[in-house]
């Protein structure tokens, strides 16, 4: 028997999304659903913050961050029942859904992702109308080496992704683990890398999310890029993980193929990002 024939029941996984909820619903799925309320969640419970700041705040300022914890638990709950539902019992058993219906629905996602960032980009734009002095709004220097090496790393880690996929696909399983490995350090980093961007700003300039309206823009946007980058990252740990268990295969690849979807696009992303949100900032016209 091949490990593609084993049922979850002879090795004794515990699997939390075997059964579509609630039952009686065939194909469909509500983790997604319940990891898109956890996300739209998040964005809430930064309205709600804003919402408690200011001379006359609406809401009482334990509001937000109550919210944007719940949310974020509720976002990684849903998220661990859609890996496993999608990838993980689909491997451990014999009816698990189709490599081409994942890999379109992973396309599908994207486009979704594609038009949540359009929207900041626009607001981003609409900002830009007119007049623009950095100076007298008060902009900290934003491209500085800090975010460049940042940006490096991450564009490296789209490479040693891509070649650790490659390796894997001629049968060298070290080398993949190798790629994948190197691949959520140099995210993680980058991570990192964001967070002490951030108390730089803050801290040593005074940067704040309620400095401006350019304030707003550059947070909401790096924000959300950075939430992308950390989920990607838990991804890119389930497949390293699942490798050092040996769970793929130069043809058993689909969840190495949708995850390297997404950490491509969140690179993409984020040199769109430095480009015109950081570049672009400091360009008078």
Do not use: C
């Not at 949540?116 to 491209?143: D, K, M």
């Not at 823009?217 to 990607?232: D, R």
């Not at 390293?240 to 268990?245: C, D, I, P, T």
């Not at 689909?254 to 995850?259: A, D, F, G, K, P």
């Amino acid at each position: 028997m091949t490990v593609a024939d084993d049922s979850s029941e002879e090795h004794g996984h515990h699997l939390p999304a075997v059964e579509d909820w609630p039952r009686g619903f065939g194909e469909a799925s509500w983790w997604p659903f319940i990891t898109a309320i956890g996300a739209a969640g998040v964005y809430v419970g930064a309205a709600l913050f804003l919402l408690a700041r200011g001379e006359s705040p609406i809401v009482t300022p334990a509001a937000g961050p109550a919210v944007f914890i719940g949310s974020v638990g509720l976002f990684l709950i849903g998220l661990y029942g859609w890996v496993y539902h999608a990838f993980v019992k689909a491997f451990w058993s014999s009816d698990g859904h189709g490599s081409k219906a994942l890999r379109w629905g992973m396309v599908l996602f994207l486009g979704s992702e594609v038009a949540t960032f359009s929207a900041g980009f626009v607001y981003y734009a609409f900002i830009r109308v007119g007049e623009w002095s950095p100076e007298t709004l008060g902009l900290p220097h934003l491209l500085g080496s800090l975010v460049l090496i940042n940006t490096a790393l991450l564009v490296l880690s789209s490479i040693t992704l891509h070649w650790g996929h490659v390796e894997l696909k001629k049968g060298n399983r070290k080398n993949f683990l190798i790629g994948t490995g190197a691949t959520l350090l140099l995210g993680i980093i980058f991570i990192g890398g964001q967070v002490l961007e951030y108390y730089e700003f803050i801290v040593n300039d005074g940067f704040t999310l309620t400095e401006g309206i350019y304030a707003s823009a550059f947070f909401g946007l790096t924000g959300l890029h950075g939430l992308h980058v950390s989920m990607g990252a838990v991804l890119v740990g389930i497949i390293f993980v699942r490798g050092l268990y040996g769970q793929y295969s130069s043809d058993r690849d689909v969840s190495v193929e949708t995850v390297s979807m997404y950490w491509h696009f969140v690179d993409a992303v984020w040199i769109f990002l430095v480009v015109v949100l950081y570049a672009g900032a400091e360009i008078t016209f």
